[in-house]
C-alpha cells in the first residue's frame, strides 16, 4: 500500500495529537533553554546550567530549606556575582549592600521585589511589604519616634522587666542549687515575643509566665514552612491558582483568626487612655493628622513587627549561646568582663552594657556567623536596567544579596568561619599585628542599610546586650555533651530552623 507524504502528515496530527502536544512542547523548551542559556540579557553572569535555565533548582533548594547552604556552594564554584535563575541574580559582594540598598545619585531605587513581598488582593500595607516609596515612607515616619535612642531610655523599664523574669525563670527550673540542662532556645524566644507584646501592644504574650509559646505564636512557627510553598507556587500562576483554590475553608479561617487576634490587641491598645512611651504611643498621638496611619496599617504593621521585632533577636542569641558553649575559654572571657564589672543585678543597665568591649565584640560575631536574615530578600532592578557590582542588568531583574555567604567569605575574613568576637575589639582595629587588623567588618550589614534597613536595631542591641549579661551573671554556662550542633547544619525556611540548644546551667555563687 502506497502512503504520500501528505497522507501521512495528516495521520500524525490526527491519530496523535499527543504526540504533537509533546514534540511542540520539547521543542518550545528546547529553544528555551538555548535562549537563556546563550542569548538571554542574562547568558554573561556565571551559574549553572541548570540553574539558569530553570527556576526548578531554586525552588527545591527553598523548599528543602537549604537554599542560603546550595547558593553558598555555587558561589564558591562561581565567584560573588551568580545568576541563581533564568531572571535572577544575587550577590556575595559588600559593593552590592551600596548598589542595591542605599540611594545613588542619578539612579532609580531598587524596590522590593512584589513577588515576595507584596501583600494579599485586599489587604492593608504594612511597613515591611509596602512597596511603592510614598506608602512606605509614610509609615516609616509614623513609626520612627519610637526608634530612636532617646525612645530607647524611656522602654528600658518594659525590657528590664522581661528579662529579669527569664532569669527569675531559669532560676525556677533548678531543682536545687547544682546545676541543670535546660533546652535555652524557646526561653529567648519567649522573652523577645513577651517584651514586644508589651512594647506593641501593651500586653506580653506571658510566654515566659506560662513557660510555653502562646498559641499565636505557636501558629506562626508551624505556618512558615507552608509559606515556602506559597512563595514557590508564584513562580508558576497556574501552580498558585490549584493551591489557592485547595486551602480547605477551616484553614483559611485559622489564617483570619490568627490577624483577628492582633486586631484584637491592637484595638485594646488604641483604646487605653494610659500614656506611656512604647512603640504604639507615637502612632497614636499621630493618628488625627493627615499623614497619621489607618486602623488596617496599623493591624498589619504590627502583626508583621511581631515576627521581625522578636524572632531575629532571638536567632542571633541562639547563635551566640551555641558558639559560646562550643567555646568554652570565649565564654570564660565574657563571664569574667560581666562578673568583674557588676556587683549586683541592678547595675546591669544598658546605658553601662553601652561599652563593653567583649560583651558586644560576641553580639558582633553572633551577627556575622548567625544572620537572622541570611539571605536578604529581592529587590528589582528599576526599569531602563541598572548596574550592580558593575554589571548591567536588565529592568525587573530580582536581584538579592546572600549576607551568610559574604560573612564568610575569606576574602573579608581572616579565619572566615571559626568564631572569633576578638575581630571586633579595638585592639584588631588599630594593631598591625593583629591578624583581624585586615578583615573587612564593613562589609557586615546584619541590619541591612538604606531606607528600608532596620528600625529595631538599638531595641534589639538593647535584648542581646541586656539578655546575654543578665543570664551570665546569675549562671556558669556550659554544653552538654554529645548533644551540641553546628550553626551551619540548621535550614533556612524563611526564617532559621528552631533547634534544642542544650546548655548546662549553674546557678553562681554572687
Ligand atoms: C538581631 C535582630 C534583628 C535583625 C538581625 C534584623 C534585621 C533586619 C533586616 C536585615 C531588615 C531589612 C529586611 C529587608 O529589607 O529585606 C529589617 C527590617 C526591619 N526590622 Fe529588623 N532586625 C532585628 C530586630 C528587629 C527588632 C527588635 C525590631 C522591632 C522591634 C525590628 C524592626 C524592623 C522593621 C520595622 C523593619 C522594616 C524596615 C523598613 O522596611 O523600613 N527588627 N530587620
Redesign the pocket.
Known amino acids: 500500500m502506497e502512503m504520500t507524504v501528505e497522507s501521512y502528515q495528516v495521520s500524525f496530527t490526527a491519530s496523535n495529537p499527543v504526540l504533537v502536544v509533546s514534540v511542540a512542547f520539547f521543542v518550545y523548551l528546547l529553544t528555551r533553554i538555548i535562549y537563556d542559556l546563550y542569548f538571554h540579557p542574562l547568558s554573561r553572569i556565571p551559574g549553572p546550567a541548570s540553574w539558569s535555565c530553570s527556576r526548578l533548582p531554586f525552588v527545591w533548594a527553598l523548599l528543602r530549606g537549604t537554599i542560603v547552604h546550595d547558593i553558598e556552594l555555587l558561589h564558591k564554584k562561581y565567584g560573588p556575582v551568580l545568576r541563581i535563575a533564568p531572571n535572577e541574580v544575587t550577590f556575595a559582594s559588600s559593593e552590592a549592600w551600596g548598589d542595591i ?1 542605599q540611594p545613588r545619585p542619578n539612579h532609580q531605587p531598587f524596590l ?1 521585589d512584589p513577588l515576595w513581598w507584596s501583600s494579599q488582593p485586599g489587604h492593608p500595607n504594612s ?2 511589604n509596602a512597596i511603592d516609596p510614598k506608602v ?1 515612607s509614610r509609615i ?1 515616619k509614623a ?1 520612627a519616634p519610637g ?1 530612636t535612642p532617646r525612645a530607647l531610655r524611656s522602654q528600658e523599664p518594659f525590657i528590664q522587666k522581661y528579662v529579669n523574669l527569664l532569669v527569675e525563670r531559669l532560676k525556677d527550673q533548678a531543682p536545687s542549687d547544682l546545676s541543670f540542662e535546660i533546652d535555652i532556645s524557646p526561653w529567648f524566644n519567649y522573652t ?1 515575643f513577651d517584651i ?1 507584646g508589651d ?1 506593641g501592644f501593651g500586653e506580653s504574650f506571658e510566654c515566659l509566665e506560662k513557660s510555653t509559646y502562646h498559641p499565636w505564636i505557636a501558629l506562626l512557627f508551624n505556618s512558615v514552612k507552608a509559606a515556602g510553598f506559597v512563595v514557590s507556587a508564584r513562580f508558576y500562576p497556574w501552580v498558585e491558582f490549584i493551591l489557592m483554590k485547595c486551602i480547605p475553608p477551616s484553614l483559611k479561617k485559622v489564617q483570619k483568626d490568627h490577624y483577628h487576634q492582633i486586631v484584637e490587641k491592637v484595638d485594646r491598645r488604641l483604646n487605653w487612655e494610659l500614656d506611656r512611651p512604647d ?1 504604639m504611643s507615637h502612632v497614636i498621638l499621630r493618628r488625627a493628622e493627615e499623614t497619621g496611619l489607618p486602623h488596617g496599617e496599623i493591624c498589619a504593621t504590627f502583626m508583621v ?1 511581631t515576627t ?3 524572632e ?2 532571638a ?2 542569641l541562639c547563635g551566640a549561646v551555641n558558639y559560646l558553649t562550643a567555646h568554652p575559654e570565649k565564654l570564660a572571657i565574657l563571664s569574667m568582663e560581666i562578673s568583674s564589672t557588676f556587683y549586683n543585678m541592678e547595675q546591669i543597665t544598658l546605658a553601662a552594657l553601652q561599652d563593653l568591649p567583649y560583651l558586644n565584640a560576641v553580639i558582633q560575631e553572633a ?1 556575622r556567623l548567625c ?3 541570611p539571605w ?2 529581592p529587590r528589582r532592578v528599576p526599569t531602563g536596567g541598572d548596574t550592580v557590582c558593575g554589571f548591567w542588568l536588565p529592568g525587573g531583574t530580582p536581584v538579592s544579596i546572600q549576607a551568610w555567604t559574604l560573612n564568610r567569605d575569606p576574602s573579608y575574613f581572616h579565619d572566615p568561619t571559626s568564631f572569633e568576637p576578638e575581630r571586633w575589639l579595638p585592639e584588631a582595629y588599630s594593631k598591625k599585628g593583629s591578624p583581624f587588623y585586615c578583615d573587612q567588618r564593613q562589609a557586615i550589614e ?3 542599610t538604606g ?7 538599638h ?2 542591641w538593647a ?2 546586650r541586656l539578655i546575654l549579661a543578665k543570664l551570665l551573671f546569675t549562671f556558669d554556662l556550659e554544653a552538654v555533651a554529645g548533644k551540641e550542633f553546628k550553626w551551619e547544619e540548621l535550614r533556612t525556611f524563611l526564617l532559621v530552623e528552631k533547634r534544642p540548644i542544650y546548655v548546662r546551667l549553674k546557678p553562681r555563687a554572687v
Open positions: 540598598h522590593k511597613i515591611i512606605h516609616r513609626l526608634f523577645t514586644f512594647l512603640l513587627l521581625a521585632g522578636s531575629t533577636t536567632t542571633t551577627l544572620p537572622a536574615i536578604v530578600l546584619p541590619f541591612s531606607p528600608r534597613s532596620c528600625m529595631g536595631k531595641i534589639a535584648e542581646m
